[in-house]
């Protein structure tokens, strides 16, 4: 079940902003909750932020990163359901489509978070259940901070890689 409203996070903090954006059921067309809206001057804040904890996020070791991608999975797993949820409700998309993305991005995490234990590969098999069969990824490590625009259809997965 949805919340009556969600903040946003900046620099490890719920904010509910002055502005929110309803989120409106694409098949009942009622508002389904609401999220606080950031302004340009909270997406600079949060581009600057990324960039003063970059240095620190590349000296944490190994088990600690791992630590971190696995604590993101376990929150995710318990809250997959409201996470397919909002997002069947804000993309559109069926309800069993939603929980294999959601099932599809836990899964990513916990991938990222094996592989924070070993550096060095540059491909992956994703083959780690039924439906992946066959899949691999290449990987490249990341130099300073990365904007995305994730597609509609599909919006947790980029964000999951």
């Known amino acids: 079940m949805l919340k009556r409203s969600y ?3 900046l620099a490890n903090r719920a904010v509910a902003a002055n502005r929110e954006l309803e989120v409106v059921n694409k098949y009942t067309r009622k508002v389904a909750t609401r999220v606080a809206l950031a302004d340009g001057a909270a997406l600079a804040e949060a581009i600057g932020r990324a960039g003063d ?3 620190p996020l590349r000296r944490l070791p190994a088990h600690r990163r791992a630590a971190v991608l696995h ?3 376990n929150g995710m797993s318990a ?3 409201e996470l397919a949820e909002a997002l069947a409700i804000e993309a559109g998309k069926p309800i069993r489509d939603s929980r294999v993305e959601i ?3 836990i899964d990513t995490v916990r991938i990222a978070a094996e592989e924070a234990l070993r550096l060095y590969g540059q491909y992956l098999p994703l083959d780690i ?3 992946a ?4 990824a290449i990987t490249k490590r990341a130099r300073g901070r990365m904007r995305f625009i994730t597609p509609f259809n599909f919006p947790i997965n980029p964000v999951a890689h």
């Open 7 to 9: 903040p946003y996070y």
């Open 53 to 55: 904890a970059a240095a």
């Open 71 to 73: 604590h993101l999975a």
């Open 79 to 81: 809250r997959a359901e």
């Open 103 to 105: 099932t599809r991005a």
């Open 129 to 131: 259940s039924p439906r």
């Open 133 to 136: 069969e066959h899949f691999q």
